[in-house]
DNA sequence: AATGAATGAGAGTTCATTCAT
DNA sequence: AATGAATGAACTCTCATTCAT
């Protein structure tokens, strides 16, 4: 990806990282070179010998966003047994937990959502990403389905389509918490077969 | 809403629309007062004369994007005998309706779900929009957990949101038709109790 | 002057009027057709239909400017027994009343001083006023120093300019009242022989 | 006042002056941003790079009035060997030599009064030019009235302000360069004492 | 007599980008 | 490696004026 530059410089991640704070708080409309530079501590000029022209700054911004999904995990939870399940359950988790310690970090991908759109090198980041993405996640649920764990009357493809849907979905409505909380055990739920949860009550009826 | 302003002039409509068509192809970043003007035949200075600022003539497409989910639906489904169940599965055929002859609705929509974030107006717009959504939903769903129709193994409320959420995300990530078909066919057995549909194969495996 | 339009309709005047103000409170640079109009409860068109162009307006101003220095007049001054004496007694009388009563009126003066510069209409307009002002001073004054009431160090020519010029300057500059009314006393002073007014103390030393 | 940047660049000033040249011909309504970055050779962004807004522009050229009346001197008159009486005549000598070698010096002024009285900002830079201006005059007419050169029938306070209102007036008025003249002599004469131009004729009526 | 609608020309301001240093 | 200075192009918005009705 940004295999050109292997070492990136440390004004230059900081210059990314600015502008990432800047398109979470103001979007893409507010992104101005100048704002980034002065919160990078530098002037417009020394960013343009980082990044020639803006649009190269924006594709730092995506690969950025797409490693801090990596890095920015919740704790690790607890073990259940089976490895694709945890693999789930962890992911489940880290949504949690970016909604609470990074909500930038979904805001920040709806935008480059949008205006990948129009921009290519975007759509290549975000398309590798997604797709990235949605194979873990496919990965886990056939091992899950093979195993007997998860239900098995959708597709493992489907299936991970729905929870990507889901995920993102809720970060692009304005849910509380306690909503979001919800949502994500109704998920896991939803995946899991019968029997595992058997023990569950019959209509929470929280509303 | 607007309810005020009872007869819209034919000149602001069309303004409205031909915004909603920019903000669509190259979302808020391209929207230009004078695109505006020009796609609607007429000069900038008479757009300022309907819209004396541009943030009004913003709000003014929010609400025609409100009105827009309401009118483009798509053709009646046929009826399986409960209404609450015939409501919803129309809801998901609108949906794919959508898609399929309107597919900028949804971009329009993610695009000022990002700029409500920003925009007071707006969000009064949106939220009224979504509440209204979720409350239609819900209604629904409630009906047909007392006939029995639906699941109960969670509220309401929150399979309605899971509902909304998993409906925004879809359009959010581009999935391609068969795949988006997959997902609402999935999303409606979901909600669905088991014995109605115990004729379904056991695992598609269209991977 | 305005002899074309011998009988000044009601509209008219009322829209001379309104823009008097707003030259009074704005300034020239504050001046707009449509806040004229407004204030005058009726559309821009129709202020052009009375006043095709914008000048046209403001030359009229400049008509009911002069007129206005003729009708607003303070209470007459008791008479000291002398007509010339009395006439200047009663104009400075008069410039203090402008200050107390309709502060504006030497505003919008100083405004359309400015603007004469600039404009051939004004120019006439005001140069008329200035030189009829001019030469009734002047008139008073050389009446004054035939009788041997006023000093005769300096012509009557000289003496109307400084008046004047003291007067004007006066309204530049943003005297306090108390100051105001002094200077109009040691001007009226400055033209009287000593002797009438041999009852005076020495030095105020008000400082 | 100014006194932070002490060393305005080249190109600032350069725009200030041409501005201040646009004011004198053309008023402030003629002040345009565009025609001051073309006069000075540049272009209107970089006349924003100096001055971000407008009203900064014209708080500078402020500045510059200010500076300018303290610069521009006529020739030292000859001493009469007295300093009070020496600086006043040199005041009246100034006034008299910006009247033929910068006219637009009172012209600016006068646009910068008026302006004054909606911008707090040049209200500030102005009234300071004033109440220096007066001091200086009152401390001269105190000196002299000690030393009885001057006439002690009104306040050195009101005859300062006599004085100003009348220089500013007449520069108001537009007077011709001999009926200035005269002004200016009969205001000097009108401070001495009596005694010391005994020698002077008795009308000069010149009308 | 009166106006809603329309507009050309132009205003101040912004911004990514360039370049000499 | 870094920047102050400079700019073209484009932005939103304003305003006197016109014209069909």
């Not at 960013?47 to 704790?75: M, T």
């Not at 991970?160 to 998920?187: C, D, F, P, R």
């Amino acid at each position: 990806m940004s295999a050109v530059v292997q070492e990136t410089s440390c004004r230059q991640q900081c210059l990314v990282e600015r502008a990432f704070d800047i398109i979470a708080e103001e979007g893409f409309e507010g992104l101005r070179t100048r704002s980034v530079a002065q919160a990078a501590g530098i002037s417009v000029a020394t960013l343009h010998y980082y990044f020639p022209v803006k649009d190269h700054l924006i594709v730092a911004v995506a690969e950025y966003l797409s490693e801090q999904f990596r890095r920015q995990q919740a704790p690790a939870v607890s073990s259940v047994g089976h490895a694709a399940y945890d693999a789930l359950r962890q992911m489940l988790a880290n949504h949690l937990y970016h909604r609470q310690h990074c909500p930038h970090l979904m805001v920040v991908m709806q935008e480059f959502l949008l205006r990948a759109r129009r921009d290519v090198a975007l759509q290549q980041v975000l398309a590798a990403l997604q797709a990235r993405w949605h194979e873990e996640i496919k990965g886990w649920l056939q091992q899950g389905q093979q195993d007997g764990v998860f239900v098995r009357d959708v597709s493992a493809d489907t299936l991970a389509y729905q929870i990507q849907s889901q995920l993102v979905g809720m970060s692009s409505l304005s849910l509380n918490e306690v909503t979001a909380k919800a949502l994500l055990e109704a998920l896991e739920q939803r995946i899991l077969l019968q029997q595992m949860h058997s023990d569950e009550g019959e209509v929470p009826d929280e509303d």
